[in-house]
């Protein structure tokens, strides 16, 4: 998020979602965000702007063309809309057609959202609408807390290393009460770890290795 804000009651939320395949996670997420009873979770698609003059193709074609698009974008949003419609809460699907980060902003500046939470993927064609460039783009201008959705399938970083294992079955088992295995309590293994409040483990971590 670009801002510390995180909902805690009645919470208004716009989801930009690009029809590609992450596109439903996205959208659970952001209405699973918005739990509480009468909360909104506004639905944006964008399209592009119908193009220009295209060799080969009339302007009467090109406007049918652009309507297909439209009748078809607008059936996919309510199917979408659908799903997570319950609890209470108000869904409601909104398609634009512009530039997909600017649409965003001014949805959210419309319906004086809490948040916008968008997807970083994207696959080909139109479904490219929401890559890192856009989040980016909304993080920077958007009026409001920006989340950026990222799956947990997507490969980890090679400069991240897993988790301990022991430290994993210690969290479970204390219900995270302790993060930190026998071993690493005494020595916490990350060299810039040298302190943490409230302490969850020894004093031999609060010196850089």
Known sequence: MNASKVPTDKSVVVVGIDFSEGSRDVLRMAASLASR???EVHVIHVLPLPPGQTLGASRADREIKFADKLDTARTTIH???????????????HLRVGKPDVEIAQLATDVRADFIVVGT?????LER???????????????????AYRPKATPVWDQIEPPCADCVATQE?????????????????RAHTYSEIPPSFGMGAQTFR
């Open 121 to 125: 993927h994207g696959r080909k064609g």
């Open 37 to 39: 009873p009468e909360s």
């Open 129 to 147: 609408l929401l890559l890192g460039s856009v989040a980016e783009s909304l993080v920077r201008h958007a009026p409001c807390p920006v989340l």
């Open 173 to 189: 088992a204390t219900g995270r009460a302790k993060l930190w295995c026998e071993r690493h309590a005494q020595r916490h293994v």
């Open 79 to 93: 199917e979408y809309v659908t799903e997570v419609i319950g609890d209470g809460k108000q869904v409601r699907g």
